[in-house]
């Protein structure tokens, strides 16, 4: 009996250690794996887009951040700002946070994100300005959106003509085009954006481009000062678009399909939109020749294109990854990491200073203009009162149909910014 026990004995000790030996070659390199994985910080980083959006981003941060595990979080836009919201009040929310100039302004005040403005000076004043409060930067500004005036190159040339580098001179080929029987510029103005923005576009040249009306957004914001008394001798001059009906009354029963395809079948000689409009102009007319120049004021220079940052890339004041987070934000503050986010965001813009991207050539007359950081939005930085730009829209399709002045569209936008306002602080 004691021998059979004993060789019995002998053989569990024998298969103890076999499986002990088998178990061991086969969990060293798990546990490496996990000691690895257990040295790797992990970040959280939330947005409103899709994982692909920025995919090369991520692919490079992997690369150049080793330390670094990044876990990104997609959260459908029409839920984001609750979701977000209600995890920052508790405290808690992503390591990196997307954001829109507005949230951003809100958040740094209640403190949810932090200053980060050591990396203020690598970007143009165009991106940070709107992603500043009280001149300290709180979110990275992406790759900015634009809207420019496309023109028919072919109608330029068969004209002699050549894009403008002052708004007169755009009035000049508006004169030219209507003279030879062509429709200068075709609009959707059935919408309320066309005229919202072609009139600001005039103002970001002649008024808030002069450095004594750098803070005049932030200030209209706060309802310190109103468009009534500032804006409108620029208005004024920018009106005479519809004076002269190149602009016309008609226009507010087109929409913006209907715009495109005027400029696409060579109905219309310019048309204003943006890159995303490419696509489907080439579709309908695969020989279109296009290309794009700026919205200019009454001085020569480099133009503005009316644009912002799509997406601010905030730090969570309450991560309990500081160092890691600013790690990834100055990544992408840097050339290759601008790349890595157009890469997945192409025909936008960087307001990293010195750099540009391989745009496409219906671009080229906007190099200079994209190259000097001139993309903005005045609305962006208008808070709360960012809301007022529909009515602001609507107004001036009242000034286009005759129902309406410049001073009287203006002071109508300042009593529902007021209203807003108020309403706010209430």
């Given at each position: 009996m004691k021998k059979v026990n004993m060789l019995l004995l002998t053989a569990v000790t024998a298969l103890s250690l076999t499986l002990a030996?088998?178990?061991?070659?086969?969990?060293?390199?798990?546990?490496a794996d996990q000691g690895d994985k257990k040295d790797k910080v992990k970040v959280r980083i939330a947005y409103w887009n899709k994982e692909e959006s920025v995919k090369t981003l991520l692919d490079l941060v992997k690369e150049k951040l080793p330390n670094i595990e990044v876990e990104y979080q997609f959260i459908d836009n029409k839920q984001y700002q609750n979701i977000i919201e209600t995890q920052l009040t508790a405290g808690a929310g992503p390591d990196i946070i997307s954001t829109n100039p507005y949230t951003a302004s809100r958040y740094a005040k209640l403190g949810y994100i932090k200053d980060i403005s050591s990396l203020?000076?690598?970007?143009n004043d165009g991106g940070k300005n709107v992603y500043s409060v009280d001149g300290k930067l709180y979110a990275l500004p992406g790759i900015s959106w634009f809207e420019g005036m496309f023109y028919n190159k072919e109608i330029f040339d068969k004209l002699n003509l050549k894009p403008p580098t002052t708004f007169e001179e755009e009035l000049a080929l508006h004169e030219t085009l209507k003279k030879n029987g062509i429709k200068p510029q075709a609009m959707g103005a059935k919408s309320w954006e066309p005229m919202m923005k072609s009139?600001?576009?005039?103002?970001?040249?002649?008024?808030?481009?002069?450095?004594?009306?750098?803070?005049?957004?932030?200030?209209?914001a706060e309802g310190k000062t109103k468009l009534d008394g500032n804006w409108n001798t620029a208005i004024e001059k920018w009106s005479e678009l519809i004076k002269k009906e190149y602009l016309t009354e008609d226009m507010l029963g087109i929409d913006y399909d209907q715009a495109l395809d005027e400029f696409a079948t060579g109905k219309a000689a310019m048309w204003q939109s943006g890159p995303w409009a490419v696509e489907t102009i080439q579709k309908k007319n695969a020989n279109l020749k296009f290309d794009m120049f700026p919205f200019y004021g009454t001085e020569p220079g480099a133009g503005w294109l009316i644009g912002g940052p799509g997406v601010g890339f905030a730090a969570n004041s309450n991560s309990k990854h500081q160092e890691e987070v600013m790690q990834v934000l100055d990544l992408i503050s840097t050339p290759e990491g601008q790349q890595a986010f157009w890469n997945d965001n192409k025909g936008g813009s960087s307001y990293l200073k010195g750099v540009e991207f391989e745009m496409p050539e219906q671009f080229a007359s906007v190099s200079e203009t994209l190259k000097a950081g001139n993309v903005y939005a005045p609305w962006n930085n208008w808070g709360n009162a960012s809301n007022v730009i529909e009515d602001y829209g609507k107004y001036f399709q009242y000034v286009l149909s005759g129902k309406m002045t410049v001073t009287e569209a203006l002071q109508a936008i300042d009593k529902k910014t007021a209203e807003l306002i108020k309403a706010k602080a209430e």
């Open positions: 030996g088998c178990s061991g070659a086969k969990n060293e390199p798990a546990a203020a000076d690598r970007y009139s600001m576009a005039f103002v970001m040249n002649d008024f808030l481009a002069k450095p004594e009306n750098k803070d005049f957004d932030v200030q209209y």
